[in-house]
């Protein structure tokens, strides 16, 4: 399925949000649709600033479990998006210092922050199990559902 086709979906969960769906659902949801589509996101993940605390928390996720539900701000993929407030996508994750390794079958991954009043609520996280596979195309898809999920808070 293309990005496009995508998209629409995407509104669809996110609109149930008000009347059908708890957050985390519609959250959950959205892994799901992603990694179900996009052959190359083999692991479909939220994660959020935990209340005061300059830590992330896994909310929903698709894929293999992982050890790492709580991430400090600055440590791995994850917690450096935190500080930096930037994309981050990582072609080979064998060639990063700070990175942290959740299953050996990861090459790749990409983390897109979410913004709510112009402050970094938490990201998207997505790996791949193929090296390289994550285009512009998929920044300004994941910026999109970023979006979608940043007007469930503010509604
Ligand atoms: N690899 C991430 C950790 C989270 S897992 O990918 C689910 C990182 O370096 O922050």
Redesign the pocket.
């Known amino acids: 399925m293309t990005f496009e086709q995508l998209k629409p979906q995407v509104e669809k969960i996110v609109s149930n949000k008000s009347n059908l769906l708890k957050l985390n659902d519609c959250l959950l949801q959205i892994c799901e649709l992603l990694e179900a589509n996009i052959p190359y996101y083999n692991?479909v993940?939220f994660?959020f600033k935990n209340g005061d605390k300059n830590e992330l928390k896994?909310n929903a996720?698709v894929?293999e479990p992982?050890d790492?539900n709580i991430?400090p701000f600055g440590?791995?993929?994850?917690?450096?998006?935190a500080v930096s407030n930037q994309n981050f996508v990582?072609p080979d994750?064998s060639a990063?210092d700070?990175?942290?390794?959740?299953?050996i079958t990861?090459k790749a991954?990409i983390?897109i922050p979410i913004f709510v009043n112009g402050e970094n609520i938490g990201q998207i996280?997505i790996?791949s199990n193929t090296t390289d596979p994550f285009t512009e195309e998929d920044e300004r898809f994941l910026e999109f559902v970023c979006h979608q999920v940043a007007s469930m808070f503010q509604n």
């Open positions: 692991w993940g994660y896994l996720y894929g992982t790492h991430i440590k791995g993929i994850c917690g450096q998006v990582v994750v990063q700070n990175y942290i390794a959740c299953s990861v991954e983390v996280d790996d």
